[in-house]
């Protein structure tokens, strides 16, 4: 498929510019972090290290710094699978050049069993406690 200004195909797995999502993520597959793909992002402010001011992870902070983004709309905007964005992103999380935003309200009224913590606020705890204790096993027993 080819636009109306635009001579060559998109990048396809056949193409000499397509870039394999287990190279751009160096062999990795899993974050650090659990990050739905709702989960909403802003930059922070920490600056990126070697290796996280280039391609997609200066794309990612670029887009955030605009306004605040879902884990899914970063993935489509920048063309990554949602495993392979997770992986990005989780890095710069952990750099703190993306922050997960606690916004208002903390709890959420519409659930059953009254106010409870939102999914967001949960989250926001979570990574900043795995920040703080980075040797702590993060996952649930």
Known sequence: ???????????????????????????????????RPETVLEAGTGRGGPGLSEGEYRQITQLCRTRRRSVA??????????????????????ARVLVLPVTTPYTSTDSPNGNRPTAQLLE???????RKWTDADTRAS
């Open 73 to 94: 709309e970063l993935a489509g905007t920048v063309r990554l699978p949602l495993s392979a964005a997770r992986v990005l992103i989780s890095d710069l999380v952990d």
């Open 1 to 35: 498929m080819t636009g109306p200004d635009q001579d060559t195909p998109p990048s396809t797995p056949g193409s000499a510019s397509f870039v394999r999502p287990y190279y751009v993520t160096r062999g990795r597959t899993r974050a650090r972090h659990l990050l």
């Open 124 to 130: 926001a705890c979570r990574a900043a406690l795995a």
